[in-house]
């Protein structure tokens, strides 16, 4: 059996929690981690005879979404009720949008890992509430925490446009990015303010028509994203190739097992009963509304990628992986305010910081070190005060001890070491008691030159300067090799 008779179709319905104070529809709070079920009003609980107001705020950052995403802004559109039953949902439907949504046919480029670019088309996106919480605990009981009722969403709907799912990764990756830059919502996928669903197909490679698709509810990680679209390709690929037909169906993830197992039999759009809501009027968006959003948009990652370039002669990999996190190019951008060495400091925070981050899985918000003293390190290395690998013990040591680097240099002793005249004598001592060695060099053997680097650095503690030493070492060994 092989893969390569078929070719997946992927669409992505992408939630993305808003960073609203209050609710869509009330002036409940949105804060996470609340007392359960202690954020709720009888608007947010559905109770007979209450009216939704609709929160400003969560439309402006929903057009933001929709600008950064090249999509169109309709001036006009029109909420309506959805509705399903399910235990966290006390109104028995949820106020969405669905014929007349808020933004309309935009795109995003994804960067596929081998640097080719993709475009994904987004068909809409649109202004939701959420659902409370079901917590399914160990009796046999279900719990609800309503606190979660009407906070504030956004769905970001892709068009079919997704292969597979190095692809879904990245739209996902690209989606929480602008979302982050933008500053309407944190992206956190664990507490679930991003959450991605996945409608997945797969049809014989040259077929037109679409085949049966799954859907994948709430995967919260981008390797639980990957890890089930691979599992769900597989599934239906051998259940194609057993002779079956695949079944339409809403499938769940189960990260520990790491296997989908159905939910519910699929609903169809007719299922939700689509009608506009009766209480809220049409949402109009007036072009001075639309023209001071516009003008407001923080800078967005490709700009920042464009400006690091330019400002700072990074190359490439650099201005994406620096800008890869909001917080970490804001770093950046504070180190390089306290140090001309733009490029060495975007190593250090590639290498060392980001390093350092993932060890301790935290991110640059938690970093113990402030900018203006890895600014400090990175200068006293340029200054030659210091050696880059003493700067990585003493990078440590900053950390550790909580000191600055000039405190930790001078407690140890660790300048660097540039007298030639010092650096000369200690390299004729080595030479001179490494007699088997110089030898070896003498008849032609270049590869013992790491030998005597390695004896001299270690005479030193490390702090004689790198390319000093080399210069003298040849040298020396040069006029050995003369009188030879």
């Known amino acids: 059996m092989s893969n390569y008779k078929y070719e997946t179709v992927i669409g992505l319905e992408v939630h993305a929690q808003l960073l609203t104070t209050t609710k869509l529809f009330c002036g409940c709070s949105t804060k996470f981690g609340n007392e359960p079920n202690s954020n709720t009003c009888p608007v947010c609980l559905g109770h007979p005879g209450v009216l939704p107001v609709l929160n400003k705020k969560a439309v402006e950052f929903a057009i933001m979404m929709g600008l950064a995403t090249n999509c169109t802004i309709n001036k006009h559109s029109i909420f309506a009720r959805k509705n399903y039953f399910y235990p966290d949902l006390p109104k028995g439907y949820q106020i969405s949008q669905y014929e007349e949504p808020l933004c309309l046919n935009g795109f995003i480029i994804i960067n596929k890992k081998n640097n080719e670019e993709k475009k994904i088309r987004i068909k809409r ?41 190095e692809e879904a990764t990245a739209y996902l990756m690209k989606l929480r990015q602008l979302v982050q830059y933008l500053g309407i919502c944190d992206g956190n996928m664990e507490e679930g303010s991003l959450r991605c669903d996945a409608n997945v197909s797969v049809r014989i490679k040259g077929e037109h028509k679409l085949g049966t698709k799954t859907e994948i509810k709430n995967l919260n ?102 800008t890869s996190d909001k917080n970490i190019a804001s770093y950046y951008e504070e180190v390089v305010t306290n140090t001309k ?42 200054e030659k005060t210091i050696s880059n690998k003493i700067a990585k013990e003493v990078f440590q040591l900053m950390i550790a001890e909580n000191k600055e680097p000039e405190e930790i240099i001078k407690e140890r002793n660790l300048i660097q070491i540039t007298d030639e005249t010092t650096i000369r004598k200690i390299i004729n001592d080595v030479i001179n008691s490494n007699e088997k060695q110089l030898n070896q060099y003498l008849s032609g053997k270049e590869k013992v030159i790491p030998f005597f680097i390695g004896k001299i650095m270690k005479e030193t503690q490390g702090k004689a300067n790198p390319q000093i030493v080399n210069k003298i070492l040849l040298e020396e060994l040069n006029n050995r090799k003369q009188t030879f």
């Open 221 to 322: 990680s981008f390797k639980n994203v990957e890890k089930a679209l691979d599992y769900e390709i597989k599934r239906q690929i051998d259940t194609l190739e057993d002779g079956h037909q695949v079944v339409q169906q809403t499938l769940l993830w189960n990260a520990e097992l790491e296997e989908v197992y159905p939910m519910r039999t699929k609903e169809e759009e007719n299922d939700y009963r689509y009608f506009p809501e009766p209480d809220l009027t049409p949402l109009v968006i007036n072009e001075n509304w639309l023209d001071d959003i516009k003008s407001n948009l923080p800078e967005l990652p490709q700009s920042k990628i464009n400006r690091f370039i330019n400002s700072y002669s990074l190359p490439l990999y650099d201005a994406e992986i620096l």
């Open 125 to 165: 996106i649109h202004l939701e509430e959420d659902a409370g919480k079901s917590i399914h605990d160990k009796s046999d009981y279900t719990l609800i925490d309503a606190n979660r009722c009407g906070v504030p969403l956004i769905e970001i709907v892709s068009e079919p446009d997704i292969s597979d799912s």
């Open 341 to 382: 060495e733009y490029k060495l400091a975007s190593n250090w925070i590639m290498v060392e910081v980001l390093s350092y981050l993932n060890s301790k899985n935290i991110s640059i918000s938690e970093f113990p070190l402030k900018a203006e003293s890895l600014a400090k390190l990175i200068n006293f290395i340029s």
